[in-house]
């Protein structure tokens, strides 16, 4: 592998239903610069959760080595994502004494141990410790704590808890593949941030992945996150539905899906037409795209309904005054956007990538808000690693020989 001149990279693996991406962004003065981008098919996973370890393996490093080749480093750790229907999220709060009648780091990370403090079965794990706000002596509101006088601190935070086992199942696909996790991050939790602001925290919004196997909301509130849960509904139950209702082999589903697909029938003429292969060998046929668009919409209705309800029984029905925002591959229908405003009476808009250079223009399209935000997340995070170049592969590479030479026996 060339020589590189990068020093501190940071690699977003977004380990998907349907789809794998790895992203390498380079940490500048001026930001955060994409320099390169892997992607490659998932066929190890089920509703988010892995359910083949070497299918895994195997799109892992595919996304890997092409992001590697496309940036001219050698990588060695990622922040991995996690998500499916075993996520839960809670909402805990915890008190401390402040010592020395000032707030320090200290104090933060006594009062942060108490917060969650709580009881959590031995089969789950706690993967994040969100901070809401604190409060000093009865003033609430408080972003930034430190510093400030009082006697009593109390935290608000949402934690947010994964099944042990399938983040085990992510943490030993990505080992088979010569990498460190250096953190596991939810999946809309990466994804909020690239695609919405400040603004929109503070008012209150709601941001939905629509991916291939799930669908993946995080609520933000007064600037914070108050609210997270996963539904098992995506992409490829729609894809199914077309290649039950069209008769058509599932990778044709796919394509005529993305090709052809929209959530409204308004927007297609009667008279547009496609053409559809069929299966056992038989020739293709020639339908009208309305068919395809009368099989989509009831399923993608159904999605929003249940985002719906799970917004109102949260208490946010009619708490978010930015509304929603639409990501995940599945957000490049057209017209899902209004379908999903007119569902759920809430003020919608598609959410694309935003707030970095490099290769910005490759990694605008919804489907790569997750593995953008996971950059945007180490970076705020300072979760850096030094690229390795040449010089320094060679270790690496005796590893993976010994890895290799460790499974054949």
């Known amino acids: 592998m060339a020589k590189t001149k990068h020093d501190e990279i940071i690699v ?5 239903t349907t789809k794998i991406a790895a992203i390498i962004g380079e940490v500048t003065d001026e930001g955060i610069d994409v320099i ?9 996973l089920r509703r988010g959760v892995v359910v083949n370890i070497d299918s895994t393996v195997k799109g892992i490093r595919q996304a890997i080595q092409e992001a590697e080749n496309m940036a001219g480093c050698d990588v060695g750790a990622v922040l991995a994502t996690i998500s499916g229907g075993h996520i839960q999220g809670l909402n805990s709060h915890g008190i401390v004494a402040v010592k020395d009648k000032e707030v320090s780091a200290g104090d933060i990370l006594r009062v942060t141990d108490a917060a969650k403090a709580v009881p959590v079965p031995m089969d789950r794990e706690i993967i994040h410790v969100l901070p809401q706000q604190y409060v000093i002596d009865e003033q ?35 080992s088979r593949c010569d990498l460190e996790v250096d953190e596991i991050v939810l999946e809309p939790l990466a994804s909020a941030a690239a695609v919405i602001d400040d603004d929109e925290k503070e008012l209150g919004v709601a941001v939905v992945d629509i991916g291939g196997g799930t669908c993946d909301i995080a609520v933000f509130s007064e600037g914070a996150i108050v609210h997270t849960v996963v539904i098992p509904l995506g992409g490829s139950h729609i894809t199914n539905d077309i290649a039950i209702g069209l008769r058509t082999p599932i990778d044709s ?10 959530a409204l029938p308004t927007l297609v003429a009667p008279e547009e037409t496609m053409e559809v292969p069929s299966v056992g060998g038989r020739a293709p046929r020639i339908l009208a795209r309305q068919i ?27 708490r978010l005054a930015a509304g929603i925002v639409l990501t995940g591959g599945t957000t490049n229908l057209d017209g899902i956007a209004e379908l999903a405003e007119y569902v759920t009476g809430m003020p919608t808009r598609a959410g694309s990538p935003s707030g970095v250079g490099g290769l910005a223009d490759v990694v605008k399209a919804p489907e790569f808000a997750t593995v953008v935000g996971l950059i945007h997340h180490g970076a705020e995070g300072d979760l850096i690693t030094q690229a390795r170049s040449a010089t320094n592969a060679k270790p690496k590479m005796i590893t993976r020989v010994w890895s290799r030479l460790s499974e054949m026996f």
């Open 253 to 262: 589903a796919e394509k005529l899906k993305r090709r052809y697909g929209c």
């Open 12 to 16: 977003g693996l977004d380990i998907g």
């Open 140 to 174: 609430d509101g408080i972003r930034e704590p430190i510093g400030m006088a009082g006697v009593r601190l109390e935290s608000k935070v949402h934690i947010v808890t994964a099944s042990v086992s399938a983040a085990q199942n992510v943490i030993k696909c990505t």
């Open 292 to 318: 395809l668009v009368k099989i989509i919409q009831p399923r993608v209705e159904e999605i929003f309904v249940h985002i719906r309800d799970e917004l109102v029984k949260a208490g946010f029905g009619d």
């Open 36 to 44: 390169g981008i892997g992607t490659a098919p998932s066929r190890g």
